[in-house]
């Protein structure tokens, strides 16, 4: 029983209360999000789940009024002036239920009680225990409920982590013939340049957040790169490499990221200095986004693009992320559909846990489409020879106002089109085009800095029916959702993560040095303790190392709310105490070894119910059982360290448990096999969070 189980009965309880109780004229209906059933932040004080709504619908109780004291008169005798009459009070609030919160709890007990027995007895047919407690009553109106201690025996018994609780859609075969498919937008660097630290947030947010929709039941979660590939500085840098050419009997292909780096700089100044530089340039780009494949311009571009992959796999190899080039997912899907045999199931027309490449250029022919359709719904025009699109209430600001409004640019008078046409063409492909992907929802995993561009196109691809309910040819409704995060700064300035020489820190740079100082520890503490085992091996040093230092730095990062800027630090990253990587990796590892050491012994564990004798034990039994209320909320909120956290405070229950629960040298045989059961099952979460999902390798040895 997760919460997402319990709102919707929570949700129906309520609504009946208040159909037979309500004095109001227009009493509140609620739903399952609506529900008020919620985790209490002190599970040990207010149960394993709260209703707040007896509070919300109950009459308020009246504050007992405060004696006022009596002015004494002023020095000389003379009375005081009589103070102004104070103000006739307000109104009280009018209640949904003219009664006290704790007679609302009652009824809503008792409600429960009568309505879903199942919740509170138990059932023959599967040997389940009772769930829950008979519900009690809090001050000042909550209604608590907890779990039986049987359940929680049963849970680790026999309880599965749910294959479904996604809370977007019911994805389930009788809500829909084909599954919904969730589109990841992540990482997207530009063409021609390194991955900097500013990327290492959207590709680590973005691929456990498609993870996690995987994990949660989204049968179809394609992830996409959207490359920068498409933009001026193309036109730029291919006419700067047509002049290098010239003079120099060297190719593009013979080129690698930091000559582009550099070619860049140059081509950008003489851009700026040269009118005839800058024409050229300009026709470039228009040249690119025609897609005329046969020419120069877009040989060198091409040349580009191949250089820049080979500078990413790098990097995505180091950080675990699986990629595909968009050919190449085309070419697997095609192959899929021709077997009508899709090997993964968990993705069922997905991505297949690959990273897709699809940069601008990909929409390329897209692009005058859009631009058609939006002249055609009145939401673009032309504004100083460029096609605008303006806010919905343009037309009725002052012309000061219109001065100042900034538009969305969709094409440039020459012709050549920008990034938020790019944007809109891909919104239009992703969503509404039948030959797309027909998404019912797409994220965009970017810095909060492009809040205020995706505001503007996703109005204006709603507007433009692009998206939406029916409001434009084939389109259909879905959720854009930007999913902004906060900035990564340096530790010891406080300022945005930079070099001393103030340029942008390179994220293969970051990874090898958080390898190398993990490695280093490593060796070291081998050197302090020891290796009686002969373990560590120079392989198995390497091996570690690197596990420790990739792992740290994903973790870092995804253990800080995600809009909240943090501060990048090696040491805290890579300390073995707190909410770190190798903190919960030893953790896992100590269990590891905690099972080794039982060796060969034999444990039945075909039981419906184990006993859980003490209070650590039932603790730690209740944080297993939490999991799928967590991976619920982290969907809901799209917050990854809300998994870090729920890790962390797992590990410390682990550790309470263990240090005082024997489980080796425990005697009775039925309390030993528990306590094997609940280790057990530990281990199994922790994979299931940290390697599965955070995408984080776990270690059996350190």
């Known amino acids: 029983m997760t919460l997402g189980d319990l709102q919707p009965l929570v949700a129906t309880t309520l609504n009946k209360v208040v159909s037979a109780s309500s004095t109001s004229p227009n009493p509140p209906q609620f739903t399952a999000s609506t529900s008020t059933c919620s985790v209490p932040d002190s599970v040990k004080k207010f149960g394993d789940f709260q209703v707040t709504a007896p509070f919300m619908l109950a009459r308020k109780a009246q504050k007992p009024t405060k004696k006022k004291k009596k002015k004494i008169g002023a020095p000389d005798g003379a009375p005081p002036p009589p103070p102004p009459p104070p103000p006739p009070p307000p109104p009280p609030p009018q209640p949904v239920i003219d009664q006290s919160a704790e007679e609302v709890s009652q ?15 138990p059932s023959p047919s599967n040997s389940r225990p009772a769930i829950f407690q008979p519900p009690t009553f809090c001050p000042p109106g909550f209604v608590q409920l907890k779990y039986t201690d049987e359940y929680l025996g049963h849970c680790v018994s026999r309880g599965s982590l749910p294959a479904t609780i996604s809370p977007f859609l019911a994805l389930s075969s009788t809500a829909t013939a084909t599954p919904p498919t969730c589109i990841v937008d992540y990482s997207s660097p530009n063409i021609a340049k390194p991955l ?341 091996t120079e392989e198995r040093i390497l091996d570690i190392g690197r596990a420790v230092g990739i792992g740290s730095v994903k973790y870092a990062d995804l253990s800080v709310s995600r809009t909240r800027d943090y501060e990048f630090s090696f040491d805290k990253m890579l300390s073995l105490k707190g909410n770190t990587a190798p903190y919960m990796m030893y953790a896992y590892a100590r269990i590891c070894g905690i099972l080794r050491k039982l060796g060969d012994e034999d444990f039945d564990f075909d039981v419906d119910v184990i006993p859980l004798e003490t209070e650590m034990e039932k603790q730690l039994a209740r944080m297993l059982l939490s999991l799928p209320t967590v991976l619920q909320q982290a969907e809901e909120t799209l917050n990854p360290h809300l998994l870090t956290s729920y890790l962390y405070e797992l590990s410390k229950s682990f550790s309470q448990f263990y240090e005082n629960c024997p489980v080796a040298g425990e005697k009775d045989a039925e309390v030993k096999r528990a306590r094997v059961m609940l280790v057990t099952k530990t281990k199994g979460v922790i994979e299931v969070v940290m390697r599965d999902i955070l995408g984080i390798r776990v270690l059996k040895r350190m």
Request: proline share 2%.
């Open 107 to 121: 009824q809503i007990i008792e409600s429960l009680k009568r309505d879903h027995p199942d919740l509170f007895s």
């Open 196 to 536: 900097h630290v500013g990327h290492l947030r959207s590709t680590i947010i973005g691929d456990v957040l498609s993870n996690l929709l995987e994990f949660n039941g989204w049968k179809s979660v394609v992830r996409l790169n959207h490359l920068g590939d498409f933009g001026t500085q193309f036109g730029m840098l291919t006419e700067y490499l047509k002049e290098v050419e010239s003079s120099s009997s060297s190719s593009t292909s013979s080129y690698d990221v930091e000559d582009l780096v550099k070619f860049y700089q140059l081509a950008k100044k003489k851009f700026d200095e040269d009118d005839d530089f800058k024409l050229r340039a300009k026709r470039n780009v228009v040249e690119l986004q025609d897609g005329n494949s046969e020419s120069e311009i877009r040989r060198r571009w091409s040349e580009l693009v191949d250089i820049s992959r080979i500078e990413y796999s790098s990097v995505y190899d180091s950080l675990g992320i699986k990629t595909l080039t968009k050919e190449e997912h085309e070419e697997n899907i095609n192959r899929s559909n021709n077997n009508n045999n899709n090997n993964n199931n968990n993705n069922n027309g997905g991505s297949g846990g690959f990273l897709v490449e699809r940069g601008e250029s990909y929409y390329r022919d897209l692009c005058p489409v859009i631009c058609e359709k939006l002249e055609s719904a009145k939401i673009a025009t032309i504004s100083e020879g460029a096609l605008c699109c303006f806010g919905e209430n343009y037309q009725s600001l002052s012309d000061e106002e219109k001065a100042s409004e900034t538009p969305l640019i969709i094409r440039k008078g020459d012709n050549a089109y920008m990034y938020p046409t790019t944007d809109l063409a891909a919104v239009w492909n992703r969503v509404g085009d039948p030959n797309g992907e027909r998404a019912k929802m797409v994220l965009y995993v970017t810095d909060s800095g492009q809040g205020g561009h995706f505001e503007k196109v996703f109005d204006v691809a709603r507007r433009g029916g692009l998206v939406g309910e029916g409001e434009g040819e084939g389109a259909q409704d879905a959720r854009l959702v930007h999913v902004p995060f906060g900035l990564v700064k340096s530790a010891d300035t406080g300022k945005k993560f930079a070099t001393r020489e103030g340029t942008t820190v390179k994220l293969m740079d970051l990874l090898d040095e958080a390898v190398k100082r993990a490695t280093e520890d490593l060796r070291s503490r081998v050197l302090e303790y020891g290796d009686e085992e002969n373990f560590y």
